[in-house]
């Protein structure tokens, strides 16, 4: 337990900033090392003691660093806008002048389950990243698939039912680097918004952060929250192909980045759904009378092909200046 503790305090050291003011922080805690997951995930959004070991999760920070931290020559190689590669590398620079947000980072997104079948297509510098972003993405796919279980607990579905399909489902790594903010806001009201308000595509998303940023939506009261950091914990982004399954029982998590810090920001974001054509469609269980269909059914592909239409990468689209959300097209209409 030494050992242990040792490595936390170095993590901490080296990735985390000491927040203080987090009195009204949202969301609460899970706390994995606790026996009862009774209705663990209805408003809790953070775990610790998920099992997942500090080196694990300082390595796979410290590779994300070094891949950003590469000549740009070297990084281009994996450049592409063309948001169906399974391996890809973008810059987001700061948007026009009549814009109201600033989006700027560079990020790279890789495919990583079954990760026999894609670890040889990532990266090749820094040499260590395979080995230790395997090793993270390895272990964070365990947790999602102990995650999908609770909530399916939490409904009275048996978990196996569910879990069995995600075997071979998809698991996409988005890893991001947010440079160090500029010294002019984009707004007074909403100063070095680097990521724009929206959900998640797929089911669970676990989210590593070097050091706060992140902001969520607190459904209660409707305001923005900042979501606290604490060394080595893993935040949970319900998406928008959870709250298909479970005919919204659950909630996609509606959350943006602001990072107005001195130092750059990273994250690692492991978004985990079914295999890219399987169609996720609400439980008929969850389903009655009093409970109607809410939402058809979905897929990986068709998210992909949503969002292509403007070449963003949230859950958002423009068409002909409108904003529709991928999670509203899949609404039915009530009657």
């Not at 694990?56 to 190689?77: G, M, N, Q, T, Y």
């Not at 080595?232 to 919204?248: F, Y």
Request: hydrophobic content about 35%; proline content about 7%; charged content about 25%.
């Amino acid at each position: 337990m030494e050992g242990v503790e040792k490595r936390m305090d170095e993590v901490e050291q080296r990735w985390m900033d000491v927040v203080e003011d987090f009195d009204t922080a949202f969301p609460p805690v899970i706390d994995f090392s606790r026996s009862n997951h009774s209705s663990p995930l209805e408003r809790s959004l953070l775990v610790t003691n998920h099992g997942i070991s500090p080196s694990i999760i300082e390595d796979a920070l410290s590779s994300a660093a070094a891949f950003f931290a590469l000549p740009a020559e070297e990084k281009s190689v994996y450049a592409s806008k063309d948001l169906r590669k399974s391996v890809r590398y973008d810059y987001e620079a700061d948007g026009p002048s009549d814009e109201l947000i600033t989006t700027r980072r560079m990020l790279l997104k890789h495919y990583a389950h079954p990760l026999q079948h894609w670890i040889n297509l990532w990266p090749s510098k820094p040499t260590h990243y395979k080995e230790k972003m395997g090793k993270y993405a390895d272990e964070a796919w365990k947790l999602a698939l102990n995650l999908i279980g609770i909530v399916m607990e939490s409904l009275g579905v048996e978990p196996r039912s569910v879990q069995g399909r995600f075997e071979d489902g998809t698991q996409v790594m988005a890893i991001n680097d947010y440079p160090a903010a500029s010294k002019t806001p984009a707004r007074p009201d909403d100063p070095f918004l680097r990521l724009p308000a929206h959900t998640d595509f797929g089911c669970i998303t676990l989210l590593l952060q070097t050091r706060p940023g992140l902001q969520v939506l607190d459904p209660i009261d409707g305001k923005w929250k900042w979501a606290p950091t604490p060394p080595g914990s893993l935040h949970v982004h319900l998406g928008d192909h959870l709250q298909v399954l479970t005919n919204g029982s659950y909630r996609g998590l509606n959350h943006r980045v602001v990072h107005s810090g001195e130092k750059e920001r990273l994250s690692v974001a492991s978004i985990h759904s079914l295999a890219m054509h399987h169609r996720i469609e609400v439980l008929d269980a969850l389903v009655d009378e009093q409970n109607p269909r809410a939402y058809r059914g979905t897929s990986f592909a068709e998210f992909l092909d949503f969002i292509s239409g403007d070449g963003t990468s949230s859950s958002s689209s423009s068409n002909n200046g409108v904003i529709s959300t991928y999670i509203d097209s899949l609404k039915i209409p009530e009657n």
